[in-house]
């Protein structure tokens, strides 16, 4: 039961065969110089770290570390680095964590259609006063809340777009450059990604290169011109349902990213995703009131 028996267990184990057909199918397309290969070597020491016992004992509810989601993140980047070490993009799937996603209590819903200028500020009172809120500090406890690089995200919408923000703590951010009075990146970091992995689909932005998304996915590339983004005090980003091929009463669910410099990679939310519907074409007439 500890090492095969729990369905976190079976979803990690199925992680790792998918992996490994693809490590394997890499190793075979290279012939007789895999046996020389050193990037190869290094993708096979990475997948028999994944295979190692300790990951299978802190999956499941039989077993609780106090950092599960820590040792889930960590599980799964040894699985990406098989594909860094290839030169294949990692599979979506690994955006996914193994373990159970967290209540729905650590985040509220939209409630009505938000009016946001995207100026990487917040303009008014009012300009995110209906949006879905997660806060950093309600997750994981005191100590990782106090070295997160995240203090909150605002999600929600308009008529035609889904909209987010993210706030920063950029204290937390500064480049040794920077602390010593040099030259640096004056947001301290170097970029925030959205995925969305239900439709396998990631947006890279970067603090230096706004002008250039990265993204992956089925996006309608026709319409990224479309999307607008500023980044100053916070983050903020408007983003067509077209673009995302999103419907009227889909249900649209997400998570950041945030990368920095000597810094390991975080996600926000940790263990789930934030949720919320695609508003109706009609929203207007629901919202109206006297």
């Known amino acids: 039961y500890i090492w095969v028996g729990h369905s976190e ?30 990037s190869l070597a290094l993708a096979w020491e990475e997948l028999y770290i994944a295979e190692g016992s300790d990951w299978y004992w802190w999956y499941g509810d039989d077993h609780n570390s106090g950092n599960d989601d820590a040792f889930d993140a960590l599980f799964r980047t040894h699985l990406k680095n098989v594909y860094k070490f290839i030169g294949h993009p990692p599979p979506f799937f690994l955006d996914v964590p193994v373990k159970g996603g967290a209540s729905a209590s650590r985040y509220t ?32 406890g005191v100590m990782t809340a106090a070295h997160s690089v995240l203090d909150q995200i605002f999600f ?3 008529q035609r777009h889904f909209i ?19 030259a640096a990146n004056p947001h301290g970091f170097s970029k925030l990604t959205l995925h969305l992995p239900a439709r396998q689909m990631s947006l890279a932005v970067r603090p230096s290169k706004l002008e250039q998304l990265d ?59 934030l949720q919320m519907q695609v508003p109706p074409a009609n929203v207007h007439e629901h919202e109206w009131m006297a």
């Open 9 to 38: 267990d079976r979803r990690a184990w199925e992680y790792v065969y998918r992996v490994r057909e693809d490590l394997v199918a890499a190793t075979r397309a290279r012939g007789e110089s895999a046996k020389e290969d050193k």
């Open 109 to 140: 819903s939209p409630t009505y259609s938000l009016q946001v200028r995207v100026d990487g500020r917040v303009s008014n009172y009012f300009e995110w006063l209906g949006a879905g809120r997660y806060r950093a500090d309600k997750e994981g």
């Open 156 to 158: 929600g919408y308009d």
């Open 164 to 182: 987010l923000r993210a706030d920063l703590h950029l204290e937390k951010l500064l480049t040794p450059a920077a602390e010593n009075g040099g």
């Open 215 to 273: 993204a992956n996915g089925e996006w309608d590339r026709k319409l990224l011109g479309s999307i607008e983004l500023a980044w100053g005090e916070i983050l903020e980003m408007k983003i067509p349902f077209e673009a995302l091929g999103a419907k009227h009463g889909e249900d649209l669910s997400f998570y950041v990213e945030v990368s920095a410099p000597d810094r390991a990679t975080e996600r926000f939310p940790r263990t789930c995703e």
